[in-house]
């Protein structure tokens, strides 16, 4: 098929749809085809499928509704939280814990919001995902830590602090009576980091440290150090719970590391945070023993 012979179909096509034929004038041969200033129009700005979602929260009903505040005027995150039907959040080309780290290459790839390492260290992530069975503690059974673990089943909010309880029941107790983080918390070990909480406007804004450095980041083998520090914030709009940290890591990454906004809604008040099976491990022996 000539070239002649796809210009006349194209621009049969168009006028039929109302296009003015003259958009097909072919260029003469060797030469540029020049791009009308007036009518040119820039890619916007990408923005992620986090970003995008957390905005298109604002319109949710649920969001609306009334936002309810204790008696010091402070928004009320006590409830169960959990995700909303048919919006689930935004989803990637890999589901955790669906395919073996060599399959999940395209995601690390594709993924937004990515932690950003100084270049002598990417080649050790990449050792940490492709043998994440021997080294990633989770398969162990031992906790995700924080920020990994992510968004609360449920809250109860006192005066004085805040209770986080994850599924499994696991719980982290963050004051917010207004005490200062130590440097004897900066040297402890734990997995969930020693926590005080703060009130900036509507805002509950948790700093953490005192982590130990064998929990991860996330499952493709983002790994820190026992100096991390990492900082949430939580917002309650209506019956919505918009959540995000930030990760402060610089002996290992090039600049702060901050998640995209994930978004809960309330749960009716009857509900329970689940219990995990218990965990199972095996001794190289092959005999089972069960963990945490």
């Known amino acids: 098929m000539n070239t002649a012979w796809r210009l006349a179909s194209a621009a049969a096509v168009l006028i039929v749809a109302?296009?003015?034929?003259?958009?097909?004038?072919?260029?003469?041969?060797?030469?540029?085809?020049?791009?009308?200033?007036?009518?040119y129009h820039p890619t916007k700005k990408r923005i992620s499928p986090f970003a995008a979602y957390a905005a298109a929260q604002q319109t949710n009903p649920l969001g609306k509704l009334p936002t309810p505040r204790t008696a010091d005027g402070k928004p009320d995150?006590?409830?169960?939280?959990?995700?909303?039907p048919s919006?689930?959040?935004?989803?990637?080309?890999?589901?955790?814990?669906?395919?073996?780290?060599?399959?999940?290459?395209?995601?690390?790839?594709?993924?937004w919001e990515k932690p950003l390492y100084k270049p002598e260290f990417w080649d050790k992530v990449r050792s940490l995902d492709f043998s994440?069975?021997?080294?990633?503690?989770?398969?162990?059974?031992?906790?995700?830590?924080?920020?990994?673990?992510?968004?609360p089943s449920q809250i109860i909010q006192t005066p004085t602090q805040t209770v986080l309880i994850y599924g499994g029941l696991r719980t982290r107790v963050v004051p917010t009576d207004g005490r200062k983080l130590t440097p004897e918390d900066e040297d402890m070990?734990?997995?969930?980091?020693?926590?005080?909480?703060?009130?900036?406007?509507?805002?509950?804004?948790?700093?953490?440290?005192?982590?130990?450095?064998?929990?991860?980041?996330?499952w493709q083998g983002y790994f820190h150090t026992n100096q991390m520090k990492v900082t949430e914030r939580f917002?309650?709009?209506?019956?919505?719970?918009?959540?995000d940290f930030t990760v402060n890591d610089p002996d290992v990454l090039m600049e702060p590391w901050t998640q995209g906004t994930l978004v809960q809604r309330?749960?009716?008040?009857n509900g329970r945070v689940g219990e995990y099976d218990?965990?199972?491990?095996?001794?190289?022996s092959g005999d089972p023993y069960m963990r945490g």
């Open 77 to 84: 995150l006590t409830g169960f939280w959990g995700s909303i």
């Open 278 to 284: 218990p965990c199972v491990v095996l001794e190289p």
């Open 266 to 269: 309330l749960l009716p008040a």
């Open 132 to 151: 994440k069975v021997d080294v990633d503690t989770v398969f162990n059974c031992f906790p995700p830590g924080v920020p990994r673990t992510n968004v």
């Open 189 to 218: 070990s734990t997995f969930d980091g020693i926590s005080v909480g703060r009130w900036e406007g509507d805002t509950l804004v948790v700093e953490s440290v005192g982590f130990t450095d064998v929990s991860w980041l996330q």
């Open 235 to 243: 917002r309650r709009q209506g019956n919505l719970l918009f959540y």
């Open 18 to 39: 109302g296009a003015a034929p003259a958009e097909l004038t072919a260029q003469p041969a060797g030469q540029t085809q020049v791009v009308d200033p007036s009518t």
């Open 87 to 111: 919006l689930a959040g935004p989803g990637g080309i890999r589901i955790d814990g669906s395919f073996e780290p060599d399959q999940a290459a395209l995601q690390r790839a594709s993924g």
